[in-house]
Nanobody, 125 residues
């Protein structure tokens, strides 16, 4: 099983970027998937999660109203649309998924079985 994150790069403050995370090796239709990030010198933090059927979503307070998570189960891919970027969004972004069926509730505080290698987002002010 692999999670391949892409879409990172250099963005401007106030601008937008869209991250993708394509899964291969199995499907995750019954599992929540989501994103974490780790800024230089800081601990990894939860960003957003989405349920298998896209019914439920959860966001960190720091990105609410600016970021939007979505998924396409036919493509086995989860997306993170990042709008109104801020310099504090600069980080390596990792997607994650679970082996067993899972929900969004508490997803950011749980351990996860599968991780992508990360994609760097740099926001210039």
């Amino acid at each position: 099983v692999q999670l391949q994150a892409s879409g990172g790069g250099l963005g401007q403050a106030g601008g937008s970027l869209r991250l993708s995370c394509a899964a291969s090796g199995r499907t995750f239709r019954s599992s929540a998937m989501g994103w974490f990030r780790q800024a230089p010198g800081k601990e990894r933090e939860f960003v957003a999660a989405i349920s298998g059927g896209s019914v439920a979503r959860d966001y960190a307070d720091s990105v609410k109203g600016r970021f939007s998570i979505s998924r396409d189960n036919a493509r086995n891919t989860v997306y993170l649309q990042m709008n109104n970027l801020k310099s504090e969004d600069t980080a390596v972004y990792y997607c994650a998924a679970d082996y067993a069926p899972s929900t969004v509730a508490g997803w950011g505080r749980r351990e996860h079985n599968y991780w992508g290698r990360g994609t760097l987002v740099t926001v210039s002010s």
